[in-house]
């Protein structure tokens, strides 16, 4: 069992109990054995990291995206949402080969890690290659078929044939760093009776939901005029949140439905950027997080954000939703970070094991380098990581106590290669 | 003269009639000499420089900001504004002596710099100290002593003289990368009288004139109590518009306001981020670029940011206005990154000199690394620089064609030793 410890460390928890530690944090194995003050008894040959001038802190979690999607990046821009979707997503993601998936995705989680974050929900097809991708990465992946329901009877049995023998093949699989759900893509997207056969599934299998909902105020109206209901409501008529769901998006929500929301324990993915460039409007996260609803952050495809960088979700996440209500006291600096980490963590059900530097919980820690001008003075250093820092700040990351980034260099990925092929799958698409 | 030559540059010039060009840039001197896709004839012993894996851009314009401030970085956030003003900033601002607005400064300036800001308005005290590490960073600096109008007569004599000095004293200096503005802080905090001699003095010296404006909706509000009329209608009556004038922030606007501001040739600084975090609101700068209103980006001050990159900034203005509106064709990726260089110059009369990459134009230049995950694949540069870019892949700097960061290191100041002092003279505050 490996066995390593850091000292002269300065971690940001995310424990209520003890949120800033200046001392030790010793892991054996996949998981944290100690963190504190005290220097911790050690046998021989123990590896000592020296953490002076880094601040540690649990690794951030995404909960939405479409990873094969990054290859999109920068490919349509400053568009209406469904234009964008119809004219010119849609048709160059028709294309998509196994090549795209693989190299979107490596590019995807190649950003992820090198910018801090160590989970992340996707939600796509060729799933098989997106999981293969995350055994190499050693990242922590929540993953899921999504499936648009449109098309022939033969296609939509195909379709949620594919998502079920993936959830139920890969739950679990490289070590426990898979997890699986499933997901109908959206009410506007998918037929009731196919999104009942999901939650069906979702029954037998045991895995949770995931899908998109309520993002604009037209797929809303929308849905009132085909189902009699708001997406909510439809929703959890179907049955959908007699199942741990996560959202992402719910942009537009009704007191009511955040009520309900919260009643159910539904857990939203907040995708502030996304929400902003496509113009689908502002979340109301003050009002959700109020109501006790487990809300998280989400990058959403880079074709809408246009990176990945979690830590550019958490300042945006700290500073709209303050400029938006008035209130300045909304989202503090704290409760931004824990957007990034612990909420990460409940919303996708691993509370439990990640989300905050605690012992028994696994190791998954990154390291920013503090001596850059934007962390000086050394004053508050959650109101640092949040309003001031970013993700090219990250020089180390573990995963289960794994290292994977080493002094800003990817350890699991070829980064070199991924660049020039995620490039050359781009240009093949044309 | 010095003489050097960027080859195999990929340049986003910020000149309508070439947006993008790959080739040639050719510097002698302090400025411009070529840019296109022709290798220009060259003496020998000409230093090249290799652009492969960059791209060059005009340096950014961060229009707004107090750069001793950076000293308070983090040291109180999530409050309201008067609160934070009145209980916490002020306070500690009181205690400022010279090596507060040194180190502060310093920080501030090196913060810019390895950000890709080449040229930024200030708006504080102490200037002589500001003007000094201006003289040493090698940046362009429009400078101001505000002067906030409490105190005896005696006092107001005192700043207005000492502002209306050091406006006439500094204008032109360090090689004409200094310039200054009088700057009376805002309507609610100088009476009209004292506003009007600096109107005066701006006549006199032949200095534009720079103030706060319109920040809070409170702050409106009292100006209507106590003057009868919103800011845009007060100052403009004390003659303030009929000179050169820039205003920070302008979040609380009326249609007639804009318009009155476009007729004047007034200017803004768009305060995006200081104005969510602070519950400020969200400035009407899709009405303001239709009106013919030049807008350009400030960080404000750091304690109100909290960091000084104005990469961030550019993000957020191409953002924030799409999701607020519910148009995500408003603030399009190049009209964002126009707010940081092209109309930042216009902002400040200076948009001959400096703001795009033009023959005879300034060397004022920065180069980013294209070799980053997040820019790739290399579809929509522009995109990529708007929307995924950061300061932290800012590599090189020039500004009047000498280097001031190469490879990502300050060469100008000196980095280890400004950390260490920006802790110790914070320290000293408290």
């Not at 612990?342 to 530097?357: N, P, R």
């Amino acid at each position: 069992m490996s066995e390593w410890i850091i000292k002269n460390g300065l971690f940001v928890t995310m424990d209520e109990t003890q949120p800033v530690i200046r001392g030790y944090l010793h892991v054996k194995g996949d998981s944290i054995a100690y963190i504190g003050e005290q220097e911790p008894q050690l046998t021989e040959g123990v590896e000592v990291i020296d953490g002076k001038g880094l601040v540690f802190m649990p690794g951030l979690i995404n909960t939405h995206g479409h990873t094969p999607m990054t290859l999109l990046r920068g490919f349509a821009d400053d568009m209406v949402l469904q234009t964008w979707l119809q004219d010119k997503i849609w048709p160059l993601e028709a294309k998509f080969d196994d090549q795209s998936a693989r190299w979107g995705t490596s590019l995807a989680q190649l950003e992820m890690l090198k910018t801090g974050t160590t989970a992340f929900v996707d939600m796509y097809d060729r799933m098989d290659i997106i999981a293969g991708v995350v055994e190499q990465s050693g990242m922590r992946g929540v993953l899921t078929r999504g499936a648009i329901g449109f098309g022939s009877p033969e296609e939509l049995d195909a379709k949620f044939k594919e998502a079920v023998d993936f959830a139920r093949d890969w739950n679990g699989k490289a070590d426990g760093r898979i997890t699986t759900m499933l997901a109908p893509h959206a009410p506007y997207t998918c037929p009731p009776a196919f999104i009942e056969r999901f939650v069906q599934a979702s029954h037998d299998l045991n895995v949770p939901m995931h899908t998109h909902m309520s993002e604009t105020a037209a797929e809303v109206e929308q849905n009132v005029r085909d189902y009699g209901a708001r997406p909510v409501e439809h929703l959890d008529k179907l049955g959908m949140f007699a199942r741990p769901t996560l959202l992402a998006h719910a942009v537009h929500l009704t007191d009511d439905e955040i009520e309900l929301l919260a009643a159910r324990g539904v857990g939203v993915s907040h995708n502030a950027a996304s929400n902003l460039k496509l113009a689908s409007g502002v979340a109301r996260v003050p009002e959700l997080l109020r109501a006790g609803v487990t809300v998280s952050l989400g990058t959403d495809g880079a074709a809408s954000n246009n990176n990945l960088s979690l830590f550019d979700e958490i300042r945006l996440a700290g500073l709209i939703h303050k400029g938006v209500s008035g209130d300045p006291t909304a989202v503090p600096a704290l409760e931004a970070l824990k957007l990034g980490t612990i909420y990460g963590a409940k919303a996708i059900w691993q509370e439990s094991s990640i989300g905050s530097l605690e012992v028994g919980k696994k190791a998954d820690i990154i390291a920013l380098d503090l001596n850059r001008p934007h962390y000086f003075p050394l004053t508050d250093i959650v109101s640092h990581l949040v309003y001031s820092g970013s993700g090219s700040d990250v020089r180390h990351v573990w995963i289960d106590g794994k290292q994977t980034v080493r002094n800003g260099e990817c350890l699991t990925l070829d980064e070199e290669r991924i660049l020039h092929e995620a490039q050359a799958a781009f240009e093949r698409l044309l």
